[in-house]
């Protein structure tokens, strides 16, 4: 890119450019050399290795080909600066650009596979959530699809079976969702408030200790591991989260908190 801008101030003159990537090693830049020599070319490198950039120049040298570093005086004026020594690990910013969007991918994905929403293509999941109306679901999805989870929540409603699509998911990478119940039942005094209305039995403490047992005996049922959220933060719930599903898919390995 920075080529084509720098070009585009010669209008008037035609100039082929070819993108080399990942060159990473000498061996590669001979023949680079040789065919630049041929068509009379100049080379614009982007090593980070310094050992790389001199033998760009060197091979510049020996084939008589003009070379023009532009990594290098950057790297050098920014480590003064900042005082600390480049890593020099070659395709460090693609890697960071492919993680980069791998998280605004899974951050799509959770949000339309929000509450139930995307059923569709729930076995996309890396990790679906099931759980009661104000268990930390959407919460717990967004943060882990922060941390590059594709995550979907699925809502569990005490009377109510759940979604057939369910069984289609890999019961190893779903996760059941409870709460203490008198913490719940405060919890969604607290949004009726924000509603600015009361919901029918919503926060019934007998009714929602019923749908806690009906919770925890249909998870069961699934085989799928029960998370008590009560009383963690969102932080604390997705690390256990992580690591329960990491534990349950690559058995016998050590535990991460990574897809």
């Not at 890593?87 to 899974?106: C, H, N, T, V, W």
């Not at 959530?129 to 941390?147: C, D, H, N």
């Amino acid at each position: 890119m920075l080529v084509r801008a720098a070009l585009a101030q010669f209008q008037g003159t035609q100039v082929d450019l070819e993108v080399i990537p990942q060159v990473q090693d000498r061996a590669r830049l001979t023949p680079i050399m040789r065919r630049a020599s041929i068509l009379e070319g100049v080379v614009v490198y982007t090593m980070v290795s310094q050992d790389l950039r001199r033998a760009v120049t060197e091979e510049g040298m020996n084939h008589g080909v003009p070379t023009v570093d532009v990594m290098g005086p950057l790297l050098t004026r920014l480590s003064d600066l900042l005082e600390i020594s480049p890593m020099a690990k070659p395709g460090l910013f693609r890697q960071l650009d492919e993680e980069y969007f791998r998280r605004i991918e899974s951050i799509d994905f959770a949000v339309k596979h929000d509450d139930g929403a995307g059923l569709d293509t729930l076995a996309q999941a890396e990790i679906v959530l099931v759980g009661v109306s104000r268990a930390s679901k959407t919460p717990l999805s967004i943060y882990l699809s922060y941390r590059g989870w594709k995550v979907a929540n699925v809502p569990f409603v005490a009377g109510i079976p759940l979604p057939p699509q369910l069984d289609r998911v890999d019961p190893r990478r779903v996760v059941g969702l409870v709460v203490n119940p008198a913490t719940l039942q405060a919890i969604r005094r607290e949004r009726e408030r924000n509603l600015g209305r009361t919901l029918e039995g919503y926060t019934d403490l007998r009714k929602i200790r019923e749908e806690m047992v009906q919770a925890r005996r249909a998870f069961e049922e699934k085989g799928w591991p029960i998370l008590d959220a009560t009383q963690k933060s969102i932080e604390e719930s997705a690390t256990e989260i992580m690591r329960i599903i990491y534990a349950r898919t690559h058995p016998g390995e050590e535990r991460g908190d990574a897809p």
